[in-house]
């Protein structure tokens, strides 16, 4: 897929079909995730993949939208030390992931963490580790090609505000 198609279609899926996702997919995304740059290549994450369904079912228990979770065939929590960098940089690779499942076929959607001390409880975190962001992945439940449409059909209909709000040239 064309990564600027990639972008501009990316959706957030929060109902997935009841089908596995394929193992050599699931490493893609996870590689993905762990060649994103951090900053000083310190790279002061842990990718958790969440795959048993009773984990999951669990860590949902956590976070702001639980059926997401619930729903899902995997899982990833991206947990940190350090400070804001780490946050930046858990960012940009739960968004590596998010677009290499997409690529696949695979939908997904990142999801907060509500209950810290239940999910660090939950996932035995190490000393000084927090979580950063939960992303659920599946096959999308319904109709989602993102190749059926053009790069500005996609930004067309996205709800975002306008550029003239958002962009300024100085």
């Not at 972008?7 to 590689?31: G, H, M, S």
Request: aromatic fraction near 6%; hydrophobic fraction near 45%.
């Amino acid at each position: 897929m064309d990564a600027y198609l990639a972008v501009v279609a990316k959706r957030e899926v929060r109902t997935y079909a009841d089908r596995p996702i394929p193992d050599e997919v699931v490493e893609r995304l996870l590689e993905a995730g762990r060649v994103t740059g951090s900053s000083m290549n310190r790279q002061a994450w842990r990718f958790l993949a969440l795959e048993s369904r009773e984990i999951r079912d669990g860590v949902a228990e956590a976070v702001y939208a639980p059926d997401n979770l619930r729903g899902a065939a995997l899982a990833v929590a991206i947990v940190v030390t350090g400070g804001a960098t780490a946050d930046f940089d858990a960012g940009r690779a739960a968004q590596n992931m998010m677009l290499a499942a997409l690529n696949d076929g695979v939908g997904s959607c990142p999801n907060g963490v509500a209950d810290h001390d239940r999910f660090a409880a939950l996932l035995a975190l190490e000393e000084g580790e927090r979580p950063a962001i939960v992303i659920s992945f599946g096959f999308p439940a319904g109709d989602y090609r993102p190749e059926e449409r053009s790069p500005q059909e996609w930004i067309r209909r996205a709800r975002r505000k306008p550029a003239t709000e958002v962009i300024s040239r100085l």
